[in-house]
């Protein structure tokens, strides 16, 4: 079988058991194709906690997080400001 079209399907197939017809039995499975998603940041240079708040950017979000935790990431603005997080790397 081969998908080429993003999308929702719904696959069925029918058993028979040893050819017999009355012992038979009948499946469904839905599958989602998704579009593959790159969701790699672009690099971000070291900086001081006095720079500026840094626009994250990626080809594809998927659920942005920050390690370790901080207050410094707005993961609804998709931003970190330097300012607000304790010395230390961050991925």
Same mark, same amino acid.
């Given at each position: ?22 012992? /038979?039995?009948?499946?469904?499975? $839905?599958? $989602? ?6 969701? /790699? ?14 626009? !994250? ?6 659920? !942005? /997080? ?12 998709? /931003? ?5 997080? $304790? ?5």
């Amino acid at each position: 079988m081969t998908v080429n079209v993003y999308g929702d399907y719904t696959f069925t197939w029918h058993e028979y058991y040893m050819g017999n017809e009355t012992c /038979t039995g009948d499946a469904s499975v $839905n599958v $989602n194709f998704a579009r593959e998603m790159n969701a /790699t940041l672009a690099p971000v240079d070291n900086c001081c906690r006095s720079a500026s708040m840094i626009q !994250l950017s990626a080809p594809d979000f998927g659920t !942005l /997080t920050c390690n370790p935790s901080t207050e410094a990431l707005n993961v609804d603005a998709r /931003t970190f400001t330097p300012g607000l997080a $304790n010395p230390g790397r961050y991925s």
